[in-house]
């Protein structure tokens, strides 16, 4: 693996001042964050500074996760933001040809394409099995195992106005039985109207256009595995985070993983413009993206598994290459969350679940599949309270 120290081009800048609150002679940030038994309060440092971090080789590997040993391009503290580049792998593959006339060849002008992927394409080596470009990795101070990073989405930008949804044989919801053909792959190229944030789906038999919502995401959001073997392929997500893929956690989310190793030493990428849940093809609409993330570090935050948080729920994540183990792994999340969050006995919670908690989904085409329970927070204010 590439040292990451080489091509950094991070230029700090300081947050609106409408995101801190200033006292006499300028005071401590606190960030109140709610747990399920008590109350944290992080504090972050008295001026909290947003990082650029561009898409550059000497940022990016390809195919794998960062492992332990991986220098990192940046270090932050508690309540800092990343303005993160990321690129979509998706146009960029060998299966797909040349990027220029792939994407030239479905309408796309040659002035829209990102610069970004043909740069990866040509100057970064494909280390490892996974499809994934991704960026980092970003060291936080003080961030030791048995801590919580929470990654809280503050916005998405889009970098072009182009995705590309993919369906390869072997892989997806229906292996050797989709493209059906018999061709290896399938894919489409899916103008996009920024502004509008809306997809457009050309059927390939002349039926009319076909507009997609578009709701953007990041697929992989991850710290480093302690294990470097669970490092070896970008695909699988883990305890660690990683290729999660649940389209719930974009614009005012938070996911909250268990620190693995000194430094946490987060990384993201696998960039969507729209997902639906299952994933059932094999991608989403693939599309490069910039997040800003502020990442926020609870320390002694005891946490089993990966959790997300929106505005209006919690979601419990259930994570393993057999979705019925899954989806057991979801349930007792959930069953955890409503427990420790609310004081409902986990006997109550179950039956609770059955009548108002939507068990979901995420993706089953990642080797490792994904369900998510959506925990709507309006239904226990009363508990709260």
Not at 317 to 333: F, I, P, Q, T, Y
Request: glycine share 10%; proline share 8%.
């Amino acid at each position: 693996m590439k040292s990451l120290r080489r091509s950094t081009r991070l230029y700090p800048r300081r947050v609106s001042a409408t995101l801190l609150w200033s006292g006499i002679g300028g005071a401590l940030v606190l960030l109140l964050c709610v747990s399920f038994s008590s109350v944290w309060f992080a504090a972050a440092q008295e001026s909290p500074t947003t990082y650029d971090v561009e898409s550059v080789p000497g940022n990016v590997i390809w195919g794998e996760l960062f492992k332990p040993d991986s220098a990192p391009i940046l270090t932050v503290k508690s309540g800092d933001r990343i303005r993160m580049e990321t690129i979509s792998h998706e146009g960029i593959l060998d299966d797909q040809g040349d990027t220029t006339e792939f994407l030239t060849s479905n309408g796309i002008a040659q002035a829209d394409i990102l610069p970004d992927q043909l740069t990866v394409r040509a100057e970064v080596t494909k280390s490892g099995p996974g499809p994934h470009v991704i960026t980092g990795p970003i060291f936080v101070e003080d961030a030791e195992p048995g801590d919580v990073l929470e990654i809280k989405t503050i916005d998405i930008d889009y970098r072009v106005p182009y995705g590309v949804i993919s369906n390869r044989h072997g892989r997806g919801s229906l292996p050797g039985e989709y493209p059906d053909d018999g061709s290896p792959i399938y894919t489409k190229v899916i103008p996009i109207r920024m502004e509008e944030e809306i997809g457009v789906f050309r059927p390939s038999n002349g039926l009319p256009d076909l507009e997609i919502p578009l709701k953007p995401f990041m697929g992989v959001m991850g710290v480093v595995p302690a294990d470097p073997e669970e490092a070896v392929n970008s695909v699988p997500p883990g305890l660690y985070g990683g290729n999660i893929d649940i389209k719930y956690l974009g614009r005012g989310s938070s996911l909250y993983l268990p620190v693995q190793v000194p430094g946490a030493l987060f990384y993201s990428g696998d960039p969507h413009c729209a997902q639906g849940n299952g994933e059932v093809a094999l991608t989403a609409i693939e599309c490069s993206l910039t997040p800003t993330f502020e990442l926020v570090l609870h320390k002694g935050m005891e946490l089993p598994a990966p959790m997300g948080e929106t505005e209006d729920s919690w979601i419990a994540v259930g994570l393993d290459v057999d979705l019925n183990e899954a989806m057991k792994k979801s349930v007792r999340e959930y069953l955890r969350i409503m427990n420790e969050k609310y004081g409902l006995t986990k006997p109550d919670a179950l039956l609770y679940g059955s009548a108002d908690i939507d068990f979901e989904v995420s993706q089953v085409v990642d080797i490792v599949k994904g369900i998510h329970g959506v925990i709507p927070k309006d239904r226990f204010r009363a508990l709260e309270e």
